[in-house]
């Protein structure tokens, strides 16, 4: 079965100090995996899409990397701005489906 | 360009009653779809569709209906609304092919049934 999980549930970090999300997942193929921001009250925003074990995206200070098996967000030197929730999603291959995972909720303390 | 809009951003029904949770987009995207979002569930599929006239079912689609018959518009029709329907929906849309590409959400529409 085609599922996600993402940890830590939740994370809370001082300004500037650096730390990293997780995305496991298991499916049969991969044609994507997705990074959105979610702000409460608010739709998801897109952030990175990853198709291949090894490649790598930047921006800002979020760097989102993908292996096999999982994909990690990091986050580098953050700012109170940077407080929201963090999805995960994959798109199987051969489906034009999406699974999400419950996210991760981030909190940076000034 | 307004992206994906979504109306109305709250609605309360009574346990029985129907409506249309209506989503349009003016990216002359292919893909669209209608996501829950439930707390500690996270974003579950209901509907997509891939094309004018062209829809099928995601994770979650009982209880609700969808049709296609434009582009740019991909409304949601809850049938006879239950308790259980409480909750935030999103739609989104995207490009479609061979490649996966990202999505991008509306608002949302908060609905309750009582």
């Known amino acids: 079965e085609d599922q996600v999980t993402q940890s830590p549930e939740a994370l809370r970090l001082q300004e500037g100090e650096s730390s990293s999300l997780n995305c496991s997942y298991t499916v049969s193929g991969l044609r994507g995996l997705f990074w959105y921001r979610q702000d409460p009250g608010k739709g998801p925003e897109f952030l990175f899409t990853l198709y291949s074990a090894g490649e790598e995206k930047e921006k800002e200070r979020l760097k989102a990397t993908l292996t096999k098996k999982e994909s990690f967000l990091h986050i580098t030197a953050p700012k109170p701005e940077d407080s929201a929730t963090y999805l995960c999603a994959v798109s199987p291959s051969g489906t034009y489906k999406y699974i999400f995972g419950t996210g991760t909720r981030l909190k940076v303390l000034a | 360009n307004a992206g994906v809009t979504q109306t109305p951003k709250f609605q309360v029904l009574k346990t029985g009653q129907s409506m249309t949770l209506q989503c349009a987009q003016d990216m002359n995207h292919e893909y669209m779809s209608w996501y829950r979002q439930d707390p500690g569930m996270g974003l579950r599929l209901i509907h997509y569709?891939?094309?004018?006239?062209?829809?099928d079912q995601g994770e979650v689609p009982n209880g609700y209906n969808v049709s296609r018959s434009t582009t740019e518009d991909f409304p949601l029709r809850l049938l006879s609304a239950a308790p259980s329907q409480t909750s935030v929906y999103f739609c989104a849309s995207s490009y479609s092919g061979q490649s996966s590409y990202e999505q991008y959400f509306g608002p949302g529409t908060r609905l309750t049934v009582t």
């Open positions: 569709s891939v094309g004018a006239g062209i829809t």
